[in-house]
């Protein structure tokens, strides 16, 4: 079946270092791509999204890259900060074109930023 | 906090009770979604409404499981004869009709424990 996943279960990193995190789609058919944090006990809060017309987007610290070519997803946080300790996800949009919002989650990065 | 709130935060059952959540949407969205997360896995999506009306159910929500939005703003999910595999987070989002920025606004979710 159609599955967003992720290569690396586990990222460690240095405070102030960048972080990048990489995400695989299955379906080349989807459109819409978007990235979440996962903090402890909290439900995923939207970081970023990537239309597939468009192969990078950049927000605050945060930039999404997008390769239809070989379904491929990353998240790359600039000088990552111990505030950006939790799992990420990548989810593909499976319902847009219909107008609707029904994702497709990956099963997550975790991200520990150490000192 | 993104708006959208859901009650209880916890719940430890009996296997074979029922239980009820429930969800507050941001008020002016007309979408609602549940989805269901296991511990180090991504959400799953399980139904979704558009005001009152409940337009998609995924396979994963059994005749056990059921879910109303009787008046177009908050919703109830309702899962009857709880099995130790029901246990899990059961995430809420709301959306805007037509709303290009993504799902963006989940509540903190429920946690469902079966013993």
């Known amino acids: 079946g159609e599955s967003v996943g992720l290569h690396l279960p586990t990222l460690s990193v240095q405070e102030g270092d960048n972080s990048i995190i990489n995400c695989a789609y299955s379906?080349?058919?989807?459109?819409?791509f978007i990235w979440y944090k996962q903090e402890s006990g909290k439900g995923p809060q939207f970081i970023i999204d990537i239309r597939s017309n468009m192969d990078k987007r950049q927000g605050q610290r945060v930039t999404v890259l997008l390769n239809k070519t070989v379904k491929h997803l990353s998240l790359q946080i600039a000088a990552t900060q111990p505030g950006d300790s939790a799992v990420y996800f990548c989810a593909e949009n499976a319902g847009f074109s219909g107008g609707y919002n029904k994702l497709i989650f990956g099963a997550g990065t975790r991200l520990a930023v150490h000192p | 906090d993104t708006g959208v709130s859901q009650d209880p935060r916890h719940k430890i059952t009996k296997r074979g009770q029922n239980v009820t959540f429930r969800c507050d949407p941001i008020s002016e969205h007309n979408r609602l979604y549940w989805y269901r997360q296991t511990l180090g896995q991504g959400p799953e999506f399980l139904t979704y409404?558009?005001?009152?009306?409940?337009?998609?159910k995924s396979r994963l929500l059994s005749d056990r499981f059921s879910a109303e939005r009787p008046k177009g703003s908050f919703s109830t999910l309702e899962i009857q004869r709880t099995e130790q595999g029901d246990s899990a987070m059961y995430l809420c989002?709301?959306?805007?009709?037509?709303?290009?920025?993504?799902?963006?606004?989940f509540g903190p979710g429920t946690r469902l424990t079966v013993l």
């Open positions: 409404f558009q005001n009152e009306a409940q337009l998609e």
């Open positions: 989002a709301s959306s805007l009709r037509d709303i290009e920025d993504g799902l963006g606004f």
């Open positions: 379906n080349s058919a989807s459109d819409y």
